[in-house]
């Protein structure tokens, strides 16, 4: 049996346990939604603060060049490559996920003329899904999006498919696939493989260099912490730089911006993938939190990810067993950083724990969400929140209405 | 002969200039590069501050409904509205002018299937070239994308013609294009019409739903003060919303977003253009910008500036015939809110002048750009400013390399 003391010691032990410091937290509330929005750090409040304050206000337009502006799409993206395993100059920090993904999607049936089937998961998350749909009405030929049951991947793999697309950890069960193993598959069949690292980056160790991937994006407001809505981070492998054609071009990918030239020249590498001006206060949010990653190694993240999951399925099953359906894989190497509990009353369940200061949050029909971002999160953390999940569940308040009653939710 | 004391009368009986203490301006200098960059704005910065100290921080995952984070994009179009001409429900704020203009390009060839060219300005900003030609590439048809000279706008307007997208304002030249005749020829064709309103919006009068526009976008960092890189706005004329299809979804512009469903299905109005979760920092400092608009009609703007560009060509006239070729039109209803002046040795004169604390920029080959923004320029600056322009012309010291030399500009 797991005591409270148990876990005090566990994060008196831990290495990096003095990062929670690095972040504004409430007190008396354990945030357990950063899979969905990361909290503030000070050093994204401070770097916001110095845009503002020093870089736009007393430089203005000068700052473009003087304050580095232009560059932050790629020197952010340097900064961040490190966290999915990837090379300098592989990596741009900009837009959102979704117009990345239009950008690879575009680009990749672009590079697959012949073939003309696209793969994804039918529980991938539904802007994934959208986009695919959208990009593909526009190749210029007739293509069919296949969204399939996961397993059946290998089956549906042939000559036919252009380009593979998957969420690397699920958004709902928190399952994380097989990248190595699924890439190279993808890659046998002659398709090309997409990643999407929404749930991954800041969450498991990536290493898109070793497993190979072709193309990736993923978010940067959750586990990376940059702010509601912070801009998306893309990966384009080396070796399709100067090959893979953005198809949603703008004058700061090209070649020579400000030869205001009639054709379209891609600019050298990630920066042909630059659209339009950098949204430079969302990008300090992000360039701020990104600073805490300086003093962690993600192998210290995952393996403090792993034990705080671990305990947490581990004091659920304990304390409530049958009550819920852990829906995260118990395997290590299957589970991302978020922990997903069923139940049929999930939403009432959610609304109740929030009112008693666990923050998680529900997914559509039976989804209780807890992410553990190990930066803030501790151990001790995950014991208060199952004590206070076994106050709401043995005290039934979970059914209250106020608390059962459907809101509109995010 | 105007003096100094006359411009200080004008100021003095100036109904807008109070709305100056608004802005944060470096004392000493004159900042006449609002058609780039606006400046900070004490609303601005304040609102960032709450966004990310109280919202986000203390608010977390909730404040997506609690502080109305998910409705921003449509209450900022609301907001927004009125300096457009447009009505309540058809504006949005989001992503960045390019992604817009994509959206609008791709699902206008859509809705004018059975023609096949799209005529745009051969002066345009490249941005906008480069963009219509990716979308005309990727119409599902072959379409021509002719990038001809305005003036032969009504020749090459003919029963094939799509789509038109012009620039309101020329952003070398300053010179503003007839939106009614234009509009109304373009529709006498059965074509569409896109105007940018990058030069336009809160520096001149606009009137979409007068001038009958079908759709628009304009960027919210010039004359809207809205920080570098900041969200765009979009204009879909009521009578296509419902109609005009969204080419790049996302699951904010689902009819029920946390449904979660395979079918994308666009919500009502506006929502249906929103892709991805609002860059919420961001739209907080242009949220805050807006704020002064509140205190000013353009009615009040449009004739300041006007009063303010017509100073600046009579004085630099005046005090320097035959030294620069003005080239911004002379009459009201041709001038946007910046004057434009032809010099072989522009570039470091605009260098020059910087260093003199007059902030303008050059566009190559041979523009040296003036902005006037009327909530914040006096008639003392353009006194000032054309007193440091004869300063520099008269020494010479633009022909010094440090200033002739070029280095990347913005």
């Not at 939604?33 to 994204?44: E, Y």
């Not at 009639?262 to 993938?273: N, V």
């Amino acid at each position: 049996m797991i005591l409270r003391d148990d876990c005090a010691a566990l994060d008196e032990a831990d290495e990096i346990s003095d990062l929670r410091a690095e972040f504004r937290l409430n007190s008396g509330e354990i945030y357990l939604d950063g899979n969905s929005l990361g909290p503030v750090t000070h050093a994204a409040s401070r770097r916001v603060n110095e845009v503002i304050n020093v870089e736009w206000a007393k430089g203005l337009v000068r700052s473009w060049n003087a304050a580095g502006w232009m560059a932050e799409p790629t020197t952010l993206g340097d900064r961040l490559a490190p966290l999915i395993g990837a090379q300098p100059g592989e990596v741009l920090v900009a837009d959102t996920l979704t117009f990345f993904l239009a950008k690879l999607i575009g680009g990749a049936l672009d590079l697959r003329a012949d073939r003309h089937v696209v793969l994804t998961d039918v529980a991938n998350f539904h802007s994934d899904i959208y986009i695919v749909e959208a990009m593909a009405r526009r190749a210029g030929r007739p293509m069919v999006v296949k969204a399939i049951d996961r397993s059946a991947l290998e089956k549906e793999l042939s000559d036919d498919v252009a380009l593979v697309m998957l969420t690397h950890v699920d958004f709902r069960t928190g399952e994380m696939l097989d990248m190595k193993g699924i890439t190279k598959q993808v890659h046998d069949a002659g398709a090309l493989m997409l990643w999407d690292f929404a749930h991954s980056a800041g969450a498991v160790e990536l290493d898109v260099t070793g497993c190979d991937v072709d193309f990736a994006a993923g978010c940067g407001y959750k586990y990376l912490n940059g702010g509601p809505g912070a801009p998306a981070f893309l990966y384009v492998r080396e070796r399709w730089q100067g090959v893979l054609e953005n198809p949603l071009p703008g004058w700061l990918g090209h070649a020579r911006p400000f030869n205001f030239e009639l054709t379209y020249e891609p600019a050298q590498g990630m920066q042909a993938f630059v659209t339009s001006s950098p949204s430079v206060i969302a990008l300090a949010a992000l360039g701020g939190a990104l600073e805490v990653w300086e003093h962690a190694t993600m192998a210290q993240v995952r393996a403090k990810s792993l034990a705080l999951t671990d305990m947490f399925i581990t004091l659920v099953e304990d304390r409530l067993p049958g009550v819920f359906e852990v829906v995260t894989p118990r395997e290590h190497h299957k589970r991302g950083s978020q922990v997903a509990l069923r139940h049929a009353e999930g939403y009432g369940i959610i609304q109740a724990l929030i009112e008693r200061g666990v923050i998680g949050d529900f997914r559509d029909p039976d989804i209780c969400r807890f992410g553990f971002a190990p930066l803030y999160v501790r151990y001790v953390d995950v014991y208060d929140a199952v004590e206070r999940i076994v106050e709401v569940m043995t005290s039934e308040m979970y059914r209250d209405e106020r608390f059962s009653q459907r809101k509109p939710v995010t």
